[in-house]
């Protein structure tokens, strides 16, 4: 049966189900129609996130299937891993609800055409059923001379009755003749042949699937493949070996012994048969590899009598392997046994002590970043001509956070994901980073929004800011996109998190074991366990993980984004374990789940939207309310501490704030003060330059101390009204003028020292008058060295009017977001809707709508062009930003738009290519000839 066929069986809730577990189909342009739904869900990309979603045994399964083929069921997958068949049977559960495995309907079984090659029928066994006219084939093709077959022969592998009805038939040829009530009461044992149980039907999955699984399960290839590379001669010489009939095609020769080298009794009798050195070998090539070099001499005389047994198989002429009809018969394979899901190892908790170090971990959270962008405003980040922070600045940066840059790069990277910081572009280059006009609206808020903001932006992060290294250790600057799984990571944490009870913890090493089980695609490499080892760093350093178990924000955070979660019990339900397997009748909609999580993109690739099923709740949860975004809000504000309106300032020319100081407050004591410190309490500190830098903005003593004033509840300390007042009474008794520009001064002595100066030689000053002074420098450059040296001079403009400093803060523009896939989405219970409805065949989808959709910044001739190239096949060429910013010129044909990715045939580099569509500049007709090096035929 074809998938689309299963698919039209389905009823809306399991629709439902299976696009949110397969959420990349919701992407739009979604497929409307269920020959469109049954390509989107079997392309190489969808099926690739699929597998990410998948757990240990339901990995395990579809290799299973892969071995099996057409013959699997649940109870020969069973039997084949030696596992329970209630594991069995929840692994594919997990399967048959994302589309990766489906049911064959008996009546359908029992049609399969006969395969090529295959011998007909014989009259005699016309009536037999379809199980036991097979097994009469095999009969027909091998029977020894004996009337009756062989213990060994691969007629002994049929069930009983099959074996029964072909010994009856060949020990009585006569009863062929006979009516099929005659010969049904001649042989008894015929009559307890049995038609496929509906409640163990064949099973069906994707072909593409086979590419993932070179080696299922561990097995070589099939004997099929292997002899294939065989002459005639020699197959026919291997067949006389095993005492079958010489005479054949080649394909029935493959066929039978194929069949024969899986017949574990027939296999146990040649290995018992075997020298021991040849059986020692076996044992090691079964325990280690499954491939020989046959160059080794010395492995000479072991090695012969499993090549001429068939044993082993060559590949090629220097190697040999284990067929795996061979593999399978030796259940060596059986170490791929079903396991369910690990057991955590937790320990005793204190909830309270988390909460306190949580609060502690989320208000220096929002401290950090807000810090991180006060500081940006006042003097923007540079940045490097390529893009993104390097790495002096970014220890600079880490030192004035008093932080390590790996922490100070996840405050740069939240920051700039999530719209506050963003490029400042000087001339044509991007020269630094400054906070977006979004800033000043987020530095409004309170603490808890400010800190739900973060949190939210980390948790669909794509890069993990503590670990910002490529698969091949190259660092890459932070605010430079590095897709990988991160996102995916952090999310499966999160859910292990989640099943845990208030009172139990676990170690990041349990949790870890636990992700390798529910994710363990995520966790295959050194990499991939270093990126979710920082997600679980991450976490701590935000306040969603404190104490090794998740926090009352972390919780609630979740429950508001719906992250995938898991069942709190690790042990088989038994209601589960009494449960049948999927049938082609009941699909199995709401069966047990693994843990969906999106899947590590290639190359310059975009995740797919995270699948969003019902969180479980752990037990002894407390009940969470129904506003799950006011349960957010009041679980981060009873651990943040209120936003602080006030200062306490001090005798000694400090100003002390403690918790979170509001935005009015920051900008003036950063404008009267000097930041001196910053954790739990912030401390400025007065001096006469920072009051010289307040008096600079145009503002009077009088001015200042009122500002002041009304934010001190215990007023303003007579040193700190002196200083301001002093320093007032001298501030502008040096006057700056346009024209080059023109100093004068109060006096002739104060001339003289500042034409003396030697600090001030750059100025190249010149005395006019006794009290002027002239300097080819610009105003503000000859203010700023006046000020350097010490003096208190301000600015005039040409009217002899002040001219005050401008304090405007500098704005940094956001980089346009590039195309997501969640945000270009329909949702699962829509899109089942139009399904349900639609009767009619599917329509091609619309390359103009995918791209319009897809590439919005793309201009609308480049757009045309390219959807063109993409209907009719043809070439054209591309202009491709790279992650640097560089563009690349690229002639590419044979396109295929997926989910914001454009799949081609890249002629500079002969070969498959994909390519992020909202990195596509710019696109044009090939002028000319299309250059070689195209797509092989």
């Given at each position: 049966m074809k998938l689309t066929e299963y698919l039209r069986g389905l009823d809306r809730t399991a629709l439902v189900r299976l696009f949110e577990l397969r959420p990349d189909i919701l992407v739009e342009p979604a497929p409307?129609?269920?020959?469109?739904?049954?390509?989107?869900?079997?392309?190489?990309?969808s099926l690739d996130q699929a597998l990410q979603h998948l757990d240990q045994d339901a990995l395990t399964l579809t290799q299973a299937l892969q071995v099996l083929g057409p013959g699997a069921t649940p109870t020969a997958l069973a039997t084949t891993l030696d596992s329970p068949q209630p594991l069995v049977n929840a692994a594919l559960s997990r399967l048959t609800e994302r589309a990766l495995s489906w049911p064959i309907?008996?009546?359908?079984?029992?049609?399969?055409?006969?395969?090529?090659?295959?011998?007909?029928?014989?009259p005699a066994a016309a009536n037999l059923p379809a199980a036991n006219r097979t097994a009469a084939n095999h009969l027909t093709l091998s029977l020894p001379a004996a009337n009756h077959p062989p213990a060994s022969h691969p007629i002994a592998s049929h069930p009983a009755a099959s074996r029964a009805a072909v010994n009856h038939l060949a020990a009585n040829p006569a009863a062929a003749n006979l009516p099929a009530a005659d010969r049904a009461a001649a042989n008894p044992a015929a009559n307890h042949t049995t038609e496929p149980h509906t409640t163990d039907p064949h099973l069906a999955n994707p072909p593409r699937l086979a590419t993932w699984w070179p080696t299922p399960l561990g097995l070589g290839a099939p004997a099929a493949d292997l002899l294939a590379q065989y002459s005639l001669p020699e197959i026919r010489a291997l067949a006389a070996r095993h005492k079958l009939p010489a005479k054949g095609t080649r394909a029935v020769l493959t066929q039978q012994l194929a069949t024969l080298l899986g017949d574990r009794p027939h296999l146990t009798r040649l290995l018992n048969s075997l020298p021991a050195e040849a059986t020692e070998l076996l044992t090691t090539l079964r325990d280690s590899s499954r491939h020989l070099d046959l160059a080794d001499e010395d492995l000479a005389p072991a090695t012969a009598p499993l090549l001429d047994l068939g044993i082993l198989l060559r590949r090629g002429k220097s190697t040999a392997e284990i067929p795996r009809e061979v593999g399978l018969a030796l259940l060596y394979h059986r170490?791929?046994?079903?396991?369910?899901?690990?057991?955590?190892?937790?320990?005793?908790?204190?909830?309270?002590?988390?909460?306190?170090?949580?609060?502690?971990?989320a208000a220096e959270a929002v401290r950090s970043a807000t810090t991180l962008l006060e500081n940006a405003e006042a003097d923007p980040i540079p940045a490097l001509l390529s893009g993104g922070i390097g790495t002096r600045e970014l220890r600079r940066l880490a030192r004035s956070l008093a932080c390590p840059p790996e922490q100070a790069a996840l405050w740069l990277d939240l920051a700039h994901a999530a719209g506050l910081l963003g490029h400042h572009h000087a001339g044509h280059h991007v020269d630094s980073y400054a906070p977006t006009a979004a800033y000043d609206t987020w530095r409004t808020q309170p603490a808890a929004q400010r800190w739900t903001t973060l949190a939210r932006t980390w948790l669909t992060l794509?890069?993990?800011?503590?670990?910002r290294l490529t698969p091949d250790g190259r660092p890459i600057p932070p605010t430079v996109p590095n897709p990988g799984p991160a996102q995916a990571q952090r999310q499966?944490?999160?859910?292990?998190?989640?099943?845990?009870?208030?009172?139990?913890?676990?170690?990041p090493a349990a949790v870890l074991q636990a992700v390798a089980w529910h994710a363990p695609l995520l966790v295959a490499s050194d990499h991939n366990a270093a990126l979710t080892q920082a997600a679980i760093t991450e976490a701590h350093l935000l306040g969603i993980l404190a104490e090794d178990q998740l926090t009352p924000p972390g919780a609630a955070l979740l429950h508001t984004t719906q992250l995938p979660t898991r069942p709190a019990s690790t042990d088989p339900d038994p209601a589960d374990a009494a449960a049948p397997a999927p049938t082609a009748a009941a699909p199995a909609a709401g069966a047990a789940t693994g843990t969906p999580s999106p899947p590590p993109q290639p190359e310059a690739s975009t995740p797919p939207p995270t699948s969003t099923p019902e969180p479980a709740v752990a037990p002894d949860a407390p009940a969470v309310p129904q506003d799950p975004e006011a349960a957010l809000l009041a679980a981060v504000t009873a651990l943040l501490p209120a936003t602080s309106e006030t200062a306490r300032l001090q005798s000694d020319l400090t100003a002390v704030v403690t918790g979170d100081p509001a935005q009015h407050l920051v900008r003036l004591l950063d404008t009267v003060a000097d930041l001196e410190s910053s954790s739990a309490a912030r401390v400025w500190r007065f001096s006469p330059a920072s009051v010289r830098r307040a008096l600079d903005t145009g503002a009077t003593a009088e001015d200042l101390l009122a500002a002041l004033a009304a934010v001190a509840p215990d007023g303003v300390p007579q040193p700190l009204a002196y200083l301001v007042h002093d320093v007032s009474r001298r501030h502008g008794s040096i006057r700056v003028v346009d024209a080059g520009c023109v100093l004068h001064t109060a006096d002739e002595i104060q001339a003289l020292e500042i034409l003396n100066s030697r600090p001030l030689a750059r100025l190249a000053l010149r005395q006019v008058a006794p009290a002027v002074l002239v300097s080819p420098r610009p105003r503000p450059e000859t203010l700023a060295l006046l000020r350097r040296a010490g003096f208190t001079p301000v600015g005039e403009d040409f009217t002899g009017n002040e001219v005050p400093e401008d304090q405007t803060p500098r704005r940094g523009r956001a980089q346009p977001a590039p195309w997501r896939p969640e945000d270009h989405v329909t949702t699962p219970a829509a899109l089942a809707a139009v399904l349900a409805d639609s009767t009619c065949a599917d329509e091609p989808l619309d390359p103009d709508t995918q791209l319009r959709v897809q590439a919005p910044d793309l201009p609308a001739a480049d757009r045309g062009w390219l959807a063109a190239a993409a209907r009719d096949g043809g070439a054209v060429e591309i202009v491709y930003r790279s992650p640097a910013?560089?563009?690349?010129?690229?002639?590419?044909?044979?396109?295929?738009?997926?989910?914001?990715?454009?799949?081609?045939?890249?002629?500079?580099?002969?070969?498959?290519?994909?390519?992020?569509?909202?990195?596509?500049?710019?696109?044009?007709p090939i002028a000319g000839p299309v250059p070689a090096g195209g797509r092989p035929q």
């Open positions: 409307r129609h269920w020959d469109g739904l049954a390509k989107a869900l079997t392309t190489r990309t309907p008996p009546h359908l079984t029992e049609q399969t055409p006969t395969p090529k090659n295959h011998p007909p029928t014989s170490r791929h046994r079903l396991t369910g899901p690990p057991q955590v190892a937790t320990s005793p908790a204190t909830p309270e002590l988390a909460e306190n170090q949580a609060a502690v971990a794509q890069e993990a800011p503590t670990h499966a944490v999160l859910a292990t998190y989640a099943t845990l009870p208030p009172t139990r913890r676990a170690t910013g560089a563009p690349a010129p690229r002639v590419v044909s044979d396109l295929a738009l997926e989910s914001g990715i454009m799949l081609a045939w890249c002629h500079r580099h002969e070969t498959e290519a994909h390519f992020l569509l909202d990195r596509v500049t710019r696109a044009r």
